[in-house]
């Protein structure tokens, strides 16, 4: 469906600034803003996402921003039925997990950072050691790669825990997923990730993977990957907008490689 993107110039998304799936992406963004304003929590649970991102290096696709997206992803999940018996406790815990998702990421080398994460959970939002133990175990299932391996193929570790360790760790992983839809942050990553890449070969690898992306990953996620109704109700808006968007990459040939 789409043709390789150039995203040499994140600003040439463009296109994309201008889309149904920008304007949402947009108001996700205000509304995680504001969220945050009214959070209790949010100075202190910003402080560390901000450590953590200088501490490892990490891009704004996954820093402050991305916490606060993600957390607000968290707070509408919780709106749900589903979710309507959870302590206020509980609903802080995810909240916190939320924000901090990303600061134990591989990708950066952040996994050694669990140690400080849980210290810092205990410190100042004095969460015990079972809290402590459902921040560990989400954290460390609810990456992308984990979701996946998750549902294909099983991991005996999470098939078999408690249900409301699964629920957590669901709710946490399609927080982030609903994330992938703002391909301004997506571009971003593999912009930087690919830096250091000659052209043309950095053009091609960027757009081959932003195409991948959203036609095999982020267009599957409503069908094939989202398992709350829920997460689906929130993410269908954005699943169509985002296919009106592929389609224009043909219908207008905006990127070419």
């Known amino acids: ?27 996700i963004d205000q509304k995680a803003d504001r ?12 402080q560390f996402v901000n450590q953590t991102v200088e501490l490892y290096n990490m891009d704004e696709s996954h820093g402050l ?21 959870y302590s206020p406790r509980l ?17 950066y080398g952040a996994e050694s950072n669990m140690d400080s994460l849980l210290s810092y959970a ?14 560990e175990f989400v954290l460390n299932h609810m990456s992308w790669s984990k979701r996946r391996s998750n ?8 098939s078999t825990a408690d249900q409301t360790l699964i629920e957590l760790t669901t709710l946490i992983a399609e927080a982030d997923m609903l994330e992938a839809y703002n391909l301004a942050r997506t571009m971003l990553y593999q912009s930087i990730k690919h830096e250091a890449e000659p052209e043309p070969n950095r053009t091609y ?8 992306m959203i036609e095999k990953r982020i267009l599957e996620y409503v069908q094939s990957y989202f398992r ?11 699943h169509d907008a985002l296919n009106m968007y592929a389609e224009g990459f043909v219908r207008f040939d905006l990127f070419e490689y």
């Open 65 to 85: 921003k991305h916490a606060r997206n993600v957390a607000y992803n968290a707070h509408l999940l919780l709106q749900h039925d589903k979710h309507k018996n």
């Open 205 to 212: 690898l960027i757009g081959s993977w932003v195409r991948t």
């Open 35 to 46: 969220f945050a304003e009214t959070n209790a929590d949010s100075a202190l649970l910003e």
């Open 228 to 238: 709350t109704t829920e997460a689906k109700s929130i993410a269908q808006p954005l």
């Open 1 to 27: 469906m789409l043709n390789n993107v150039n995203p040499s110039d994140v600003d040439k998304l463009p296109l994309f600034a201008g889309t149904r799936l920008s304007a949402l992406c947009a108001d």
């Open 91 to 107: 609903k802080r815990l995810v909240i916190l997990m939320a924000y901090f998702h990303d600061t134990v990421d591989s990708k």
């Open 151 to 158: 549902l294909d193929a099983g991991d005996p570790e999470f």
């Open 122 to 135: 205990r410190t100042h939002f004095e969460c015990n050691n079972a809290e402590l133990q459902t921040i």
